[in-house]
């Protein structure tokens, strides 16, 4: 079994006991105070019920439902009265309801995977366990009264659960994928001053509302967040939206015959790979991707066509110059600045350019040589493609870079790309 499966079946079993755990103690011991429990349930299954599609990027997909649970796991009191429930009741009600808002969505075939649920279980186990007990032997009150002091400890807590998660979230991904630990983990921090900022501060204030004001004050308090959610959703809508017309227009070369089909997305997929394995993350990912999608759009200028649209086996003066026309063209689409950037220096000296161009360069040309084949498809040829970069790495290609994409090749490459293990 590969580690990484170890991992990921490691955080499922540890949610699942501690799920069970809290369902046969709920059943055992009886529901403390069913108005809280019901209220924080269906709060979080609503929140559940309107998540969006998990979208590259997207860490929250369901604000809403992560804020309740942690609110209800750091909830003392309800209208000035002290509660009694307990760490494993709240993840009892946590689970169920997550399952509860879940469910609707399995049943449409668009179901979250189960990373979301084991990870908002142990979440939430984690932050009801570093308050409830110390709120119900009562050093919280004794020490820190119910003004502002208070009110800082709920956001320290919320802050280490989100950094916990944060760990978490990046671990399962490295178990998946392979990537480096270092550049996810930098992914899920810059998540945390996103909708991670607005998740733990709601769920601050839904556990001191309800403590001031009673249940009524949940609804209320949701509200922001509802609205935050939403625009999320559009700007996610908005980036999707790029991203398709800039795969619309990386299409275009092989409309018009310039490039052979599938080219731009193979080496889209497998320079963000690459530079998943370099360490890049967040916007210079999207930039690398957006530049290796149109990376041959210089090739719509030529009067005469490349044949079988290798550019990766012209003369060097000949490849700049389509690169430098591409990045003409690209710079008249209205994409940023960085990415036609990219697209004009990735025929240039190694030594010259920036790293997205280096991984832009050494990934087309592999593409090219190894002729787009198909996994398990003529493997020589492609192991003679990787030994052809690594031959033209004193100038033309980073030895860092062909290293990683044959690294990254070996361990099954990325979708709709060959897969070798390089001798």
């Known amino acids: 079994m590969r580690p990484g499966a170890v991992t990921v079946g490691a955080v499922y079993t540890a949610a699942l006991l ?3 755990a809290g369902f046969g103690s709920t059943l055992w011991y009886g529901l403390d105070e069913p108005g809280n429990a019901l209220a924080f349930g269906a709060l979080i299954a609503v929140g559940e019920l309107g998540r969006w599609g998990a979208a590259p990027g997207e860490r929250e997909p369901a604000p809403l439902a992560a804020a309740g649970s942690l609110a209800y796991a750091l909830l003392g009191a309800s209208a000035g009265t002290a509660t009694t429930h307990g760490v494993l009741q709240i993840v009892a009600v946590v689970v169920a309801a997550c399952l509860a808002g879940i469910v609707p969505h399995i049943a449409l075939g668009r179901g979250p995977r189960p990373d979301h649920l084991a990870r908002r279980v142990l979440t939430v186990g984690f932050a009801a366990l570093c308050f409830q007990p110390l709120y119900n032997s009562g050093a919280v009150v004794r020490h820190l009264g119910q003004g502002p002091p208070y009110a800082l400890f709920l956001l ?3 802050v280490l659960t989100a950094l916990c998660d944060a760990v978490l979230a990046a671990l399962v991904l490295r ?13 899920e921090l810059r998540a945390l001053l996103g909708i991670g900022s607005a998740v733990c501060a709601t769920g601050a204030v839904m556990a001191l509302g309800v403590a001031a004001a009673g249940l009524w004050a949940l609804p209320v308090l949701a509200v922001p967040l509802l609205l ?9 809508a908005v980036r999707t939206v790029n991203r398709q017309t800039i795969a619309s227009l990386a299409r275009a070369t092989e409309i018009a015959g310039c490039t052979p089909p599938g080219h731009a997305h193979r080496v889209a997929a ?17 930039v690398l991707e957006h530049a290796a999608l149109m990376h041959d759009i210089g090739q719509l200028s030529l009067v005469d066509p490349v044949a079988g649209g290798a550019t990766a086996l012209l003369p060097t003066e000949e490849q700049r110059r389509i690169a430098l026309l591409g990045g003409e063209v690209v710079r008249r689409t209205g994409v940023p600045a960085a990415v036609a950037l990219v697209v004009e220096r990735q025929a240039d000296p190694y030594r010259e350019q920036p790293l997205p161009a280096r991984i832009v360069r050494a990934v087309n040309a592999y593409d090219d040589l190894a002729g787009g084949l198909a996994d398990g498809e003529h493997a020589g040829a492609a192991l003679d493609a990787l030994e052809r970069l690594r031959l033209g790495t004193a100038r033309d290609y980073h030895p ?24």
Not at 272 to 284: D, F, I, Q, Y
């Open 18 to 20: 501690l799920g069970l």
């Open 156 to 158: 320290l807590l919320l």
């Open 175 to 187: 178990a998946r994928t392979g990537f480096p630990y270092g550049s996810l983990l930098r992914d």
């Open 228 to 236: 935050t959610q939403v625009s999320f959703q559009r700007y996610a």
């Open 270 to 286: 497998l320079s963000t790979a690459v530079g998943r394995e370099l360490g890049l993350s967040g916007t210079e990912l999207t």
């Open 400 to 423: 860092d870079v062909v290293e990683c994409l044959a690294r990254v090749l070996a361990r099954g490459g990325a979708p709709g790309v060959t897969s070798v293990v390089p001798g």
